[in-house]
């Protein structure tokens, strides 16, 4: 099992920029696909994007691609999300999840808290 504490979430206007940050910790935590996961008011929660364990993989969804960039640090335990060009339609509630490469966009095994992203207009 893996634990997960998010942070970096906050109030932002449109256009502007957030980083999350996401501490893993527990056995072996270096070696799972990380990922986020964001779910805003009435909607289902939604898969964002995923690392692989080496961070030579990525995966993103088509709504933040181009905008949002995950990256890794194995020696910190640590993922971090660098969200760009923000939108009023990117406020949710952001999860941090690790999991199998393969099945973490679909089923994670961890979840973190989650940390609030509210995008102004």
């Known amino acids: 099992q893996v634990q997960l504490v998010e942070s970096g979430g906050g109030l932002v206007q449109a256009g502007g920029s957030l980083r999350l940050s996401c501490a893993a910790s527990g056995r072996a935590s270096s070696s799972y696909a990380m990922g986020w996961f964001r779910q805003a008011p009435g909607k289902e929660r939604e898969f964002v994007v995923a690392?692989?364990?080496?961070?030579?993989?990525?995966r993103y969804a088509a709504s933040v691609k181009g905008r949002f960039t995950i990256s890794r640090d194995n020696a910190k335990n640590t993922v971090h999300l660098q969200m760009n060009s923000l939108k009023s339609e990117d406020t949710a509630l952001y999860y941090c999840a690790a999991g199998d490469w393969i099945t973490i966009a679909r089923m994670p095994t961890s979840w973190g808290q989650g940390t609030q992203v509210t995008v102004s207009s």
């Open positions: 690392i692989s364990w080496s961070g030579g993989a990525t």
